[in-house]
């Protein structure tokens, strides 16, 4: 396993489109995190998934954005109508459940621009 | 109100000098803090995670130290190298002891080492 898979890495796209990253997590990793990243900032939480649970969202993910994961492997991350504060780097992470310290490991991102 | 902050922006060194990095808490109690190594574009890397009831983490040329006390911890990098420049992200789990809960990072500290 080569770690965390994220697609695409690049999406441009004009203002009211919809985008959908995925994020492949490390197959024996039980939890996905969705992160945000714009310039100059940490990343910033967005939700995560237990399994195929969402066990938690920020009160930052408007109704715009929705997050899967079906089957508890891989994960997607739908924004809908997007709005230029949308562009940013979307960072996916995984992490162990049991015997873990708690590290995240993060995908390359997906960088989005909105026109 | 709780938040993370990271003692600078950039912090400029020379080559050989330890680089000594500042994360400041406020209104969290951690059960651990973690740091990790962000390069341009990509996604962050897993350092050192340091436990509450923990002084001091090392590895290799780094060195965590965390004061529960002070609500800080701070992140030295001896013999630093050029290849050391890169962000610096420290981040830790805003409820203690809930394991799995998603971390929240500070900004960081973009640290540039010249030779």
């Known amino acids: 396993d080569t770690g965390v898979s994220q697609n695409p890495r690049h999406k441009i796209t004009k203002r009211g489109q919809n985008v959908t990253f995925r994020c492949d997590p490390i197959?024996?990793?039980?939890?996905l995190y969705w992160y945000r990243q714009t310039l100059g900032q940490g990343p910033e939480f967005l939700t995560y998934?237990?399994?195929?649970?969402?066990?938690?969202k920020s009160r930052l993910l408007s109704d715009r954005f929705s997050a899967e994961r079906p089957k508890g492997s891989f994960s997607t991350l739908e924004i809908q109508r997007t709005e230029q504060g949308d562009s940013a780097m979307y960072l996916c992470?995984?992490?162990?459940?049991?015997?873990?310290?708690?590290?995240?490991?993060f995908g390359e991102g997906s960088r989005l621009t909105v026109l | 109100s709780q938040k993370i902050e990271q003692n600078s922006e950039a912090l400029n060194i020379q080559e050989g000098k330890t680089a000594t990095l500042t994360c400041n808490y406020t209104n969290y109690s951690p059960a651990y803090l973690q740091w990790y190594r962000q390069d341009p574009g990509r996604g962050p890397v897993f350092l050192l995670l340091i436990r509450e009831n923990e002084k001091e983490k090392r590895k290799e040329r780094l060195k965590v130290t965390f004061d529960t006390t002070l609500k800080q911890s701070l992140f030295h990098i001896t013999a630093s190298q050029p290849a050391d420049s890169a962000t610096y992200l420290c981040a830790l789990d805003p409820f203690a002891n809930q394991a799995g809960t998603a971390l929240i990072f500070g900004k960081g500290t973009t640290l540039s080492v010249s030779s």
């Open positions: 992470a995984s992490s162990l459940v049991a015997g873990s310290n708690g590290e995240l490991f």
């Open positions: 197959s024996e990793h039980n939890r």
């Open positions: 998934f237990q399994n195929e649970a969402q066990l938690e």
